[in-house]
């Protein structure tokens, strides 16, 4: 009797009430303020009743009372009541179950008063069959097929799969722009139960409807990412606290609208929605769903990059923010700020790897709109690239492979790379720009202009892009700079190296060594400079055609090296942002260009690299801290016995550690050559 007297209030409040009020004459105790009762706590005491009840009708008229009740489903609905549907229809056929597992009667009583699970299903699934829009029914089924799956009945779980398709399906059909919370809700239901689907049911859901409304509801609603429109309101709450530092207050408005906004259940479930997202791209059977989902992408990416330029926050690069942000919106606001942001980026990410298979692997995308659509594949990826660079890329393989699957397919079309570098080229040409995001903005430039190199003509190349690096190559202070400046120097060499630009190179060469040894080390890292100067080595040494008209360039390199070693600085650099393999330690402006010296070797004509194995050997040993010199030590043996050399440079290489007191000069130095002895030969050599 107490469980048909509660259903009977239940109803009651289900069927009568219009308002919170009303409400409350029927559900709250008296010790109880009826502003507590809230649509969620009905469906609270309905989850408790349902795995109870012991008659079929009873079950059924709960059931269509939970999916068409003006108290739940009011002008107020929102996507937790949403979600708070499926989860009672869960726990109700998990605890059935749990009920009725011969193995376990923790609670014989109930087990005899309740249904079995198949009249109950039969019962639950009869309620589901009224005027209420299907997209309510999909909840219902999403629920009890969670809450049966997790407790391992097959033969329920794929009746109701059927039953779920085919709701799913039509209700897809049935879809009208008017209705956004019954769209959300069913994006809601199918990705709370995808994973819960066998394969067969998975193919079979119609995702050329489906991958639209997934979209529009993760990026575009109210309820997800809005097209970061939620970057605007925070902008109006930031201000200039007392410390002349900018202030994001916890306690301001937008920062409440993005907890809420970030724990909702779109943002929340942003990897499963995602994931889903993807899997429908993969298996879409219409092209214009492709085109469609990639338009809007780029259009979220778009929305997302202004948005972010209109905030204040955007004006305070990465490397300064703890000078100019206030204590409390570094360790609180700002990183549920980036959380949200991240969380956006890895979900287009995510979707864009399933995209680019498509385009790679089957002939949905026509041929002639494979370029355009890698083209926007990477603008889309700049537009996101404020926040991939500041997170970083390298922990997130599908960014990469997104980026690089879309630069070799556009390498493929000479006349679509240099569209798409015009299109991407900065703004201002011959200045650093004084804003953090065009910076940012300039580094993607200069890094993807940097793969498409070697396809262009002489002339593009010098004036689309080697014109936008010429700023960032300069010696410079700013810290905020360096990933800029290594970027340019990067494209720089590029440039150099093409063997079609061997008359741009030899006009230009030599300037560019200059602008190199000012710049390092302010504005070059230690890897970045070891890598430019084997670089330059290998452009000035034959075959290479700057060779013929500059015969002794590459020598005068070295000799201009072997100055700076002579002066340079012994104490440690500062720490870079990009380690390589010698940055992850302190390390000397001196061994840097002794170690950059010894990279140079395998690239010398014969008669130079036997000049300059004494000397680097010699080199060596002008460093006095002894960790810096044996690291010195130990890759002048790796140069020579690691296969960096060919055959005829390591013929001379061994020659000269054997026979030509090579050896004795890479351990001792030239003045001990005669001194030591060949067990501490031995024994000094093997730690190399």
């Known amino acids: 009797m107490p469980i048909e007297k509660s259903l009977t209030t239940l109803l009651r409040a289900l069927q009568s009430a219009s308002s919170q009020q009303d409400i409350s004459r029927y559900l709250v105790p008296r010790n109880r303020l009826a502003s507590e ?64 597992e011969v193995s376990q009667t923790p609670e014989p009583l109930e087990a005899r008063r309740s249904l079995g699970p198949e009249e109950w299903t039969t019962a639950i699934v009869k309620g589901t069959d009224g005027a209420s829009p299907r997209a309510r029914q999909v909840l219902v089924l999403s629920g009890l097929l969670q809450g049966f799956q997790s407790r391992g009945h097959k033969s329920l779980s794929t009746r109701l799969q059927d039953d779920l398709l085919i709701s799913v399906n039509l209700s897809l059909r049935k879809s009208t722009s008017g209705s956004h919370i019954i769209d959300r809700a069913l994006v809601i239901a199918v990705s709370h139960v995808f994973d819960f689907l066998d394969i067969r049911a998975r193919h079979s859901l119609d995702h050329d409807l489906l991958l639209p409304m997934l979209i529009e509801a993760v990026f575009f609603s109210e309820d997800g990412i809005h097209q970061g429109y939620f970057l605007g309101t925070i902008d109006a709450d930031v201000s200039e606290a007392a410390d ?68 204040k926050l955007s004006e305070v690069d990465k490397s300064e923010e703890t000078l100019f942000l206030a204590d409390d ?130 002339e593009v190349a010098d004036s689309l892009v080697a014109s936008a690096a010429l700023p960032y190559l300069g010696a410079s202070d700013e810290q905020r700079s360096l990933e800029a400046f290594e970027a340019a120097h990067s494209v720089t060499l590029a440039i150099l190296a093409v063997p079609h630009n061997n008359h741009l190179a030899a006009s230009r060469i030599e300037t560019y060594i200059n602008v190199l040894f000012e710049a390092f080390p302010k504005s070059l890292s230690p890897r970045q400079f070891r890598l430019a100067l084997t670089q330059l080595v290998r452009i000035t040494s034959p075959p290479s055609r700057v060779s013929a008209q500059r015969p002794l360039l590459s020598s005068a390199l070295l ?56 000397v680097a050997a010699g080199l060596c040993h002008l460093i006095q801290d002894p960790v810096l010199r044996h690291v010195c030590k130990q890759r002048f ?20 550690w054997n026979t030509g007191k090579g050896r004795e000069m890479v351990l001792y130095g030239e003045e001990k050559t005669t001194q030591g002895s060949p067990i501490n030969d031995g024994l000094e050599a093997s730690r190399l």
């Not at 109870?52 to 079950?59: D, F, G, I, K, Q």
């Not at 108290?71 to 107020?76: F, K, N, Q, V």
């Not at 569209?419 to 720009?433: C, D, M, W």
Request: hydrophobic content about 45%.
């Open 37 to 100: 009762l809230t649509p969620r706590s009905l469906l609270g005491s309905a989850a408790r009743l349902l795995a109870l009840l012991s008659n079929p009708s009873n079950v059924t008229l709960l059931t269509s009372q939970i999916i068409a009740a003006p108290a739940i489903w009011g002008p107020s609905t929102n996507l937790q009541i949403v979600v708070g549907v499926i989860t009672i229809f869960r726990s109700a056929s998990y605890h059935l179950l749990r009920l009725h």
């Open 559 to 614: 000799e201009i090296v072997r100055g700076r070693i002579e002066s340079a600085s012994a104490q440690p650099l500062a720490t870079f942002s990009k380690n390589g393999e010698f940055d992850a330690q302190p390390i000397s402006e001196q061994a840097v260009l002794v170690i950059a010296l010894i990279h140079s070797l395998p690239f010398l004509q014969l008669d130079v690299l036997e000049d300059w194995l004494p």
């Open 244 to 311: 002349r530092k900018f202030d994001w207050s916890a306690r301001s408005t937008s920062y409440l609208q993005l907890q809420s906004t970030a724990s909702g259940p779109l943002v929340a479930d942003l990897g499963r929605l995602s994931r889903l997202a993807a899997f429908s791209a993969e298996n879409a059977r219409e092209s214009k769903t492709l085109i469609r989902l990639l338009q809007d992408l780029f259009e979220f990416s778009r929305s997302l990059c202004v948005q972010w330029r209109q905030n």
């Open 329 to 458: 919106t570094l360790k609180k606001t700002l990183p549920l700020l980036w959380r949200v942001l991240r969380s956006s980026m890895f979900s287009v990410v995510i979707i864009l790897t399933a995209y680019t298979g498509r385009i790679l692997s089957d002939k949905l995308v026509a041929k002639n709109d494979v370029p355009s659509s890698a083209i926007q594949i990477l603008k889309v990826l700049r537009n996101l690239f404020f926040i991939s660079s500041h997170l970083g890329t390298d922990t997130l393989s599908q960014y990469s492979f997104v980026y690089l699957a879309a630069i070799d397919i556009v390498w493929q079309y000479p006349m679509f790379a240099e569209a798409l570098l015009g299109e991407l080229r900065p703004n201002k040409i011959g200045v650093v720009p004084q804003h953090p995001l065009d910076r940012c903005l300039d580094i993607y430039f200069l890094n993807t202009a940097e793969h498409f190199i070697s396809i262009l003509d002489t």
């Open 637 to 656: 043996w790796d140069v020579l016995s690691n296969g960096e050399m060919d055959l005829d440079r390591a013929a001379l290489c061994a020659n000269w």
